[in-house]
Each structure stands twice: as C-alpha cells, then as structure tokens.
C-alpha cells in the first residue's frame, strides 16, 4: 500500500479549474450559496454554452437579451451575476474593450480551483 499525502488547502486551492463537465457546473451552481437571481444566469450561461462550456462573443451574452430570456430587469442584476460568477472562479472572460458598440467578451465555464465535485443527494426533492 502506498501512503499519499494529503493535500492541503493551499495545494487544493493551487490546482487549475476542472474541465467543463455541464452536468456537474450545473449541479455545483444548483448547490452553491449564490442568490437565483445568479443561479438563473448561470443555468441559462449553461444553456448557451458549447460541449467544451464556451461562449463565443455575440448577442447571447448581451445583458440586455439575458436579462430578458431569464425575466430579469435591470440589466444591471445580469451584469453582477456574471462579475460575481467570475469573480467566484465559475467563467472566465478575457479582459476586453467595453462600449456601447463593442460585442460582449466571450465567455469559458469553469469551476473554481480546488473545487470537489459533489454526488447528487438521492432523496426526492432534496436538491434546489
């Protein structure tokens, strides 16, 4: 038997993101501790995003169109959900020209660093 040690936080929090896997980014946001205001972005995040959980530059990241495909007003709330979602390490964006006539950045799904995927709870109507 090989002894593995045990990684610390330190170690956890320094491996890079997992790659995109749509079923467990979606169960981590349905989990997670973020508002539904949030949730309801990143599900529809989720929606538009590739096998490889991209997002090109377009009109599905205007705030504007997601604020309305998920019932949102102001535009604002849609623009904080995707700052908080980045900043919590679950997209990731390039940094980019902003302006009224500039495409938004695209978008790359990712979970945060250090992040343990976690098994569903299978009693009925225990998840969010």
């Known amino acids: ?9 330190g170690d956890v929090a320094a491996r890079p993101p997992l790659s995109y896997d749509r079923h467990g980014w979606e169960r981590a946001i349905r989990y997670s ?15 538009h995003a ?7 530059s377009g009109h599905a990241l205007i705030a504007g169109r997601l604020a309305k495909a998920c019932g949102l007003r ?10 908080l979602l980045e900043k919590r390490g679950y997209l990731s964006r390039p940094r ?15 979970l945060p660093p250090g992040h343990l995927p ?3 709870d299978p009693r009925p109507g225990s998840h969010p």
């Open 118 to 120: 976690t098994a569903p």
């Open 96 to 110: 980019g020209e902003r302006g009224p006539n500039i495409l938004p950045r695209p978008v790359t799904l990712t």
């Open 74 to 83: 102001p535009d604002d709330r849609v623009r904080g959900a995707l700052g």
């Open 1 to 9: 038997m090989h002894d593995r040690p045990i990684p610390t936080p």
């Open 33 to 47: 501790q973020f508002k539904p205001d949030v949730r309801l972005v990143a599900m529809m995040l989720a929606h």
């Open 50 to 56: 590739d096998a490889d959980g991209h997002i090109p």
